[in-house]
């Protein structure tokens, strides 16, 4: 019984920094998982926080994140482009 104690205790520890999503991915618990995980996802999100229609969605990658630039025409005619943040879902721009 105590082996088994033992080896359950170890194995808790060498994966508590590790959860699976429901594909299976292991991301680290740290909040690494991403929040905005497709272009459509990352549309949504700006047309709803600006109205509008987007045009154009493309995939960037900044200093090892992944980030969606999205560029849209508001109602009032004016084009804004904006950069989503993957991780966090944060808007910048």
Do not use: C, E
Request: zero cysteines.
């Amino acid at each position: 019984m105590m082996k088994f104690s033992v080896l359950l205790l170890f194995l808790v520890f060498v994966s508590a920094p590790f959860s699976l999503n429901a594909q299976g991915s292991a991301y680290p618990r740290n909040g690494q998982a991403l929040v905005i995980q497709n272009p459509q996802q990352a549309a949504r999100l700006v047309q709803r926080r600006f109205g509008g229609k987007v045009l154009k969605v493309s995939k960037k990658k900044n200093r090892n994140r992944v980030a969606y630039k999205v560029k849209l025409i508001k109602k009032d005619g004016h084009i804004i482009s904006v950069l989503v943040d993957a991780q966090t879902g944060r808007i910048q721009g």
